[in-house]
T-cell receptor
Framework: AQKITQTQPGMFVQEKEAVTLDCTYDTSDQSYGLFWYKQPSSGEMIFLIY??????QNATEGRYSLNFQKARKSANLVISASQLGDSAMYFCAMREGMDSSYKLIFGSGTRLLVRP | DSGVTQTPKHLITATGQRVTLRCSPRSGDLSVYWYQQSLDQGLQFLIQYYNGEERAKGNILERFSAQQFPDLHSELNLSSLELGDSALYFC???????????????FGPGTRLLVL
């Protein structure tokens, strides 16, 4: 069964430093997608970045990049130059398969606190 | 702003009651998903509709039901409410084209349900 594991319940980072949030996944499918979402204290879920299983390059979106290691089944999120507004819960999610059932399986999340 | 709207934002009701949560997807999106976020279960997929038809079902209780209307908005009906149904309910939408590798789901702001 597909599964997402986020082993860091909480993390601190100093403002302007980089931080890596860990995510490992388990799937027997060859085709899948990995997503990261941010959930600030206000509660909304904000899409950050996507990595497809067949993508050869690591995804990047502004200050967000995804360290994708397929053989190790890991998809870690790297946030560079942390800002106070980055303080939030971060969720890793996976979608398997290529049919039109696109449900996401989420990890338990990592709470990131950026220190001034 | 993701373009997905959900009403109401907050809902307080009593055990045994029935409520309806409403979602309007982003313009052009055919798929609507419902997720439940609770402290003990995390983020869980409930159900997906694609262009009016049920496409996938997750951990949705029999007391819960959903539908997607011809204008593509969706409603999640929760009946015989219990204390444990208190949670944040998200609606998400995506384009829903089969075979699209990056089928990003964009989330609405959520409906916070409190059952007393």
């Amino acid at each position: 069964a597909q599964k997402i594991t986020q082993t860091q319940p909480g993390m601190f980072v100093q403002e302007k430093e980089a931080v890596t949030l860990d995510c490992t996944y388990d799937t027997s499918d060859q085709s899948y997608g990995l997503f990261w979402y941010k959930q600030p204290s206000s509660g909304e879920m904000i899409f950050l970045i996507y990595q497809g299983s067949y993508d050869e390059q690591n995804a990047t979106e502004g200050r967000y990049s995804l360290n994708f290691q397929k053989a190790r089944k890991s998809a870690n999120l790297v946030i560079s130059a942390s800002q106070l507004g980055d303080s939030a819960m971060y969720f890793c999610a996976m979608r398997e398969g290529m049919d039109s059932s696109y449900k996401l399986i989420f990890g338990s999340g990592t709470r990131l606190l950026v220190r001034p | 702003d993701s373009g997905v709207t959900q009403t109401p934002k907050h809902l307080i009701t009593a055990t045994g009651q029935r409520v309806t949560l409403r979602c309007s997807p982003r313009s052009g999106d055919l798929s609507v998903y419902w997720y439940q976020q609770s402290l003990d279960q995390g983020l869980q997929f409930l159900i997906q509709y694609y262009n009016g038809e049920e496409r996938a079902k997750g951990n949705i209780l029999e007391r819960f039901s959903a539908q997607q209307f011809p204008d593509l908005h969706s409603e999640l009906n929760l009946s015989s409410l219990e204390l444990g149904d208190s949670a944040l309910y998200f609606c998400a939408s995506s384009v829903g084209l089969a075979g699209m590798r990056q089928e990003t789901q964009y989330f609405g702001p959520g409906t916070r349900l409190l059952v007393l």
